[in-house]
């Protein structure tokens, strides 16, 4: 197998509770590039959340952020791509989520040119920005923001509930109209329908770098990463992934505390 290119993600896949990336794991990722392989992250996160993580394994590619809507490369500045939602569709999901039985239960941000607005400040919002590095702008009503492209709704709640919304909200809205995720079981994520992992990953690796999806290997845990994982000519789940993502990649490593990406790279392009 001639793998040119590994994509990552990174929370759940390369950072964990600690929310760094082990030594093991940088020092596994820095040896497959010093055989030429290229490396690059795919994340839900905010762009310049990702930063950090950019530069602690070494990348000189573009990011893909917030699941594909944001593709841009730190090195260089360039913008490659930018999918935001409409003003008229984002509107319409800001009112659905202040329905009742939504409102007192979720709690909802907006991305705006790589800034994070809430309509309040809870434990939620505070653990998401320990996590993130990024300080939300508060701004109570959310629809008062929509002058600018939002790149990305996420709703947070309770597994049951998110579950839930996301099933209803698919009755509503075809992939073709909006693309619904989760990054975790407690987050429900909202982008352009051309915004995937799996689009954007073709993009870097097809356009950009002029490799075929047989020469790229992807490594994720969640459900934002199951596009990406079934593009990809290997696809690796993290062992802490559902199971539902597990089934769809070719591989299962241990889990992110178990350095499961070092241990994945060691197996298919060290060994």
Same mark, same amino acid.
């Given at each position: 197998?001639?793998?040119?290119?590994?994509?990552?993600?990174?929370?759940?896949?390369?950072?964990?509770?600690?929310?760094?990336?082990?030594?093991?794991?940088?020092?596994?990722?820095?040896?497959?590039?010093?055989?030429? +392989?290229?490396?690059?992250?795919?994340?839900? &996160?905010?762009?310049?959340?990702?930063? &950090?993580?950019?530069?602690?394994?070494?990348?000189?590619?573009?990011?893909?952020?917030?699941?594909?809507?944001? !593709?841009?490369?730190?090195?260089?500045? @360039?913008?490659?791509?930018?999918?935001?939602?409409? @003003?008229?569709?984002?509107?319409?999901?800001? =009112?659905?989520?202040?329905?009742?039985?939504?409102?007192? =239960?979720?709690?909802?941000?907006?991305? +705006?040119?790589?800034?994070?607005?809430?309509?309040?400040?809870? /434990?939620?919002?505070?653990?998401?920005?320990?996590?993130?590095?990024?300080?939300?702008?508060?701004?109570?009503?959310?629809?008062?923001?929509?002058? /600018?492209?939002?790149?990305? +709704?996420?709703?947070?709640?309770?597994?049951?509930?998110?579950?839930?919304?996301?099933?209803?909200?698919?009755?509503?809205?075809?992939?073709?109209?909006?693309?619904?995720?989760?990054?975790? =079981?407690?987050?429900?994520? $909202?982008?352009?329908?051309? #915004? /995937?992992?799996?689009?954007? @990953?073709?993009?870097?690796? =097809?356009?950009?770098?002029?490799?075929? #999806?047989?020469?790229?290997?992807?490594?994720?845990?969640?459900?934002?990463?199951?596009?990406?994982?079934?593009?990809?000519?290997?696809?690796? $789940?993290?062992?802490?992934?559902?199971?539902?993502?597990?089934?769809?990649?070719?591989?299962?490593?241990?889990? !992110?505390?178990?350095?499961?990406?070092?241990?994945?790279?060691?197996?298919?392009?060290?060994?």
């Amino acid at each position: 197998m001639n793998i040119r290119l590994l994509v990552l993600d990174i929370d759940g896949t390369i950072a964990g509770e600690s929310n760094e990336v082990t030594e093991t794991v940088k020092l596994a990722i820095s040896k497959v590039q010093a055989n030429g +392989v290229r490396v690059a992250l795919a994340t839900g &996160r905010m762009y310049n959340s990702a930063l &950090r993580f950019h530069q602690a394994i070494g990348s000189q590619l573009p990011i893909i952020a917030y699941n594909g809507a944001w !593709v841009q490369c730190p090195i260089t500045g @360039t913008h490659y791509k930018h999918f935001p939602l409409s @003003t008229s569709v984002t509107l319409q999901l800001l =009112e659905y989520f202040e329905r009742p039985q939504w409102s007192q =239960e979720i709690e909802l941000h907006c991305y +705006v040119d790589d800034c994070l607005y809430v309509r309040n400040v809870t /434990s939620r919002t505070q653990a998401y920005q320990k996590r993130s590095g990024i300080k939300p702008f508060v701004v109570g009503d959310l629809r008062d923001i929509l002058d /600018s492209p939002t790149t990305k +709704v996420l709703a947070i709640g309770q597994p049951l509930l998110i579950n839930n919304l996301l099933k209803n909200l698919q009755k509503v809205y075809s992939r073709d109209q909006l693309y619904f995720t989760q990054s975790t =079981e407690i987050y429900f994520e $909202a982008t352009h329908p051309q #915004a /995937s992992k799996g689009y954007a @990953t073709r993009f870097l690796a =097809e356009e950009l770098l002029g490799f075929e #999806a047989s020469q790229v290997m992807a490594i994720g845990d969640n459900f934002n990463d199951a596009e990406m994982l079934e593009y990809v000519g290997l696809g690796v $789940a993290m062992g802490n992934a559902p199971i539902g993502v597990q089934k769809i990649a070719k591989w299962v490593a241990p889990t !992110v505390e178990q350095d499961g990406v070092a241990i994945a790279i060691k197996k298919f392009l060290i060994d």
